[in-house]
């Protein structure tokens, strides 16, 4: 709860700084506490707080319990909250059967995990690089390049797509090396994508480690590339983790870059868009679609168990999302 | 905002020691080192994003189509104002853009209300049931938006549809008959109101957990007071928490607002196919022009792209504006 707390905390401090108590999440709640009077008053509370639940919890169960529930439960029009034959056909047909004519989903899981890690590496590599530039030395054009990252990470790739999609064309012509219709394009738009946000995490755990440290090891004799790795990699290592993760969730989930630089090519495909590509082709088979949604699903609520002490206070720099 | 705290304290903290010698420090290295650090991560922006933008206003203002992508073939011409002169005097771009702003306010508008709402309940209720409560958010906020749209679709499917068989079972004096083959994703009303409900449902839990942590901030004697003074609740939220929590709601405001217009995935499931144009949005109207459109108008999508992009940029100065007076730039 504190980083959730420290996020807005900040927003609020300009305001709240008169306040006494600062930190008040250990504070008792002021009613609704004692006897049975007020447990009583505090049902409705209860309730509204179930329903809360309910309604967010609901459509992911739906997803999972459709994916377990054999072909005849699905064809019904006598939907059960609960499969009377629980079945793994659906996943069996997924992960072992062929996606896409000629491809199985493993290697669609390869795809993207390939694009997603490397991408990811690349970042977190670049926006190390950068944040120190930002975090540790002074120079002039370092307000315009904080500026320039907060209004990137605003930059709509949905309006962009069509000049992104030429611009790569041209590139690949350019060049010579086809980044189009295989993983490399979708790399470096990843990585790209991802920079601002990770800077912007990153500058802060950077700021974070005292200057003495550094100049303590050098004064006993360490270079500046043992000062980077003994000293400040190891202090920076959870800021890096944290930005890593935001950065994987968004490669991950993303679509539109990869709809459009993919085009035809489906042995080079990333999960989201053959589950996209399958449910235009096989749109019926609800228990498989439901499968692979869960399938899809899976790493990034792991990931969200990690971070999820981050997790807001990444997303106000606006990092992850759909 | 934007950082967690151990960063941002020690900012703080170190802010106010290194700055004199920062002064001092620049004159002595007077190297290119911080160039050659952000250096890598400027170059890919540039290329990746910066150059694009400007692509794409030169591009508004030209004919580009698939066929000068070709070797040996012509560049686009220029053709001057005519993108835009066709799109304002095109009643289905009004509809379009009218639509896009219709559904991001109602998307920002719930999503921020409902946000509040839980937030605040999750602050009445006790810890572990909080807890407990948060935890079922995290599952809605974590589902990528494939995957929801997908469910939501299965959901609301004609005749196997939980939501269509249920409401096909409740009395018809009450929800009206004909349920179970009614079809969610034909018409712009009930197609929008699934993507309304399933960014809502993805989106308002980083809302209520951000509200929840702003109100943990607020000190409880503003409450005592305004008990002892003899407020409502009602009048509470808008006299104490409201104008304390005001930089937060801002920002998650800001944020929102981009996020929403820029919904492009969840429409590309749920209407499942380019047919249908009184179901665009603005995002769908640049795609379908770039790449669904035969022969492709990469001009006119440009041009959409352009006003897109506009719309966007009154939000994003209005967010560095917020950035910049906390001291994120510094």
């Known amino acids: 709860m504190t980083a959730i707390e420290q996020t807005s905390g900040t927003a609020v401090r300009e305001r709240a ?14 009613v609704y506490r004692r006897g049975p009077l007020r447990r009583m008053r505090s049902l409705p509370l209860y309730l509204a707080g ?22 005849g439960e699905i064809f019904t029009r006598d939907q059960t909250f609960f499969p009377n034959a629980p079945t793994l ?90 980044l189009l219709g295989n993983l490399s394009g979708l790399l470096i738009v990843y990585t790209a994508v991802s920079l601002p946000i990770t800077i ?7 700021a974070a480690v005292p200057k003495e440290l550094e100049e303590a090891a050098a004064i006993d004799g360490a270079g500046p590339w043992t000062v980077f790795w003994r000293i400040l990699m190891p202090l920076v290592a959870p800021g890096l983790v944290a930005a890593s993760i935001f950065a994987f969730i968004t490669a991950w989930n993303e679509f539109i870059v990869a709809l459009t630089f993919l085009g035809r090519s489906t042995e080079e495909y990333t999960l989201p868009l053959t589950l996209s590509y399958y449910f235009g082709r096989f749109g019926t088979e609800w228990g498989s679609i439901m499968a692979a949604s869960t399938l899809l699903t899976i790493p990034v609520m792991i ?20 | 905002m934007a950082q967690t705290v151990e ?11 290194p700055a004199p010698v920062s002064k001092i420090a620049p004159r002595r290295r007077k190297l290119p080192i911080p160039y050659l650090l952000i250096g890598p991560a400027l170059i890919l922006l540039a290329i990746v994003l910066l150059w694009p933008i400007v692509q794409m206003v030169w591009y508004s203002f030209t004919d580009f189509t698939t066929r000068n992508l070709l070797p040996n073939q012509p560049g686009p011409t220029w053709n001057g104002f005519s993108h835009y002169q066709t799109l304002l005097s095109d009643p289905e771009f009004w509809t379009i853009l009218r639509n896009t702003v219709v559904v991001c306010v109602l998307m920002v508008g719930i999503t921020m209300v409902l946000g509040t709402l839980v937030g605040l309940l999750l602050h009445k209720l006790p810890k572990w049931f909080a807890g407990f409560v948060s935890i079922g958010m995290m599952l809605a906020w974590a589902t990528p938006a494939l995957s ?38 034909l018409e712009p009303l009930p197609l929008f109101s699934i993507l309304i409900t399933v960014i809502v449902w993805q989106s308002f839990p980083f809302i209520a957990v951000s509200v929840l942590a702003g109100l943990k901030s607020i000190p409880d004697e503003l409450y005592e007071a305004a008990r002892m003074d003899g407020a409502s609740a009602w009048k509470a939220f808008w006299n104490v928490t409201f104008p304390m929590l005001r930089p937060l709601f801002a ?80």
């Open chain 2, 7 to 17: 960063p941002r304290t020690a900012r703080g903290r170190g802010e106010a020691a």
């Open chain 1, 17 to 30: 700084t008169g306040g006494a108590g600062s930190g008040g999440s250990d504070r008792p709640r002021r």
């Open chain 1, 200 to 206: 912007l995490m990153l500058r802060g755990f950077v």
């Open chain 1, 50 to 71: 179930l329903a809360v639940f309910l309604f967010s919890v609901f459509p992911v169960y739906w997803m999972i319990i459709t994916a377990f529930k054999p072909v």
């Open chain 2, 148 to 185: 929801a749209s997908l469910v939501f679709r299965w959901l609301f499917l004609p005749e196997r549809g939980l939501v269509n068989v249920t409401l096909d079972s409740l009395p018809d004096w009450l929800v009206g008959s004909g349920w179970l083959d009614y079809n969610w994703f």
């Open chain 1, 89 to 178: 056909e659906h996943f069996d047909r997924v992960l072992n059967g062929n996606l896409i004519p000629g491809v199985n989903f493993w290697e669609f899981l390869g795809n993207s995990l390939l694009v997603t890690i490397a991408s990811v590496a690349m970042g977190a590599f670049l926006s190390l690089l950068a944040a120190v530039a930002v975090a540790r030395f002074r120079f002039r054009l370092r307000t315009a390049f904080i500026i320039l990252l907060l209004m990137i990470q605003m930059v709509p790739m949905e309006a962009l797509i069509i000049s992104i999609f030429i611009n790569f064309r041209q590139l690949s012509d350019v060049s010579g090396v086809e």
């Open chain 2, 251 to 330: 920002l998650l405001l800001i944020l929102q607002i981009i996020w929403d217009l820029r919904v492009f995935t969840q429409l590309y499931i749920l209407a499942n196919s380019f047919q249908n144009k009184d179901v665009y949005l603005l995002s769908y109207y640049i795609y379908q022009q770039g790449f669904s459109a035969s022969p492709a108008n990469y001009g006119m999508g440009s041009a959409i792209a352009v006003v897109m992009t506009v719309m966007i940029l009154f939000v994003t100065a209005y967010y560095l504006r917020i950035m910049i007076r906390q001291g994120e730039t510094r």
């Open chain 1, 303 to 322: 990931f969200f168990l990690f971070v999820q002490r981050r997790m807001v206070s990444g997303l106000t720099m606006g990092a992850v999302k759909g």
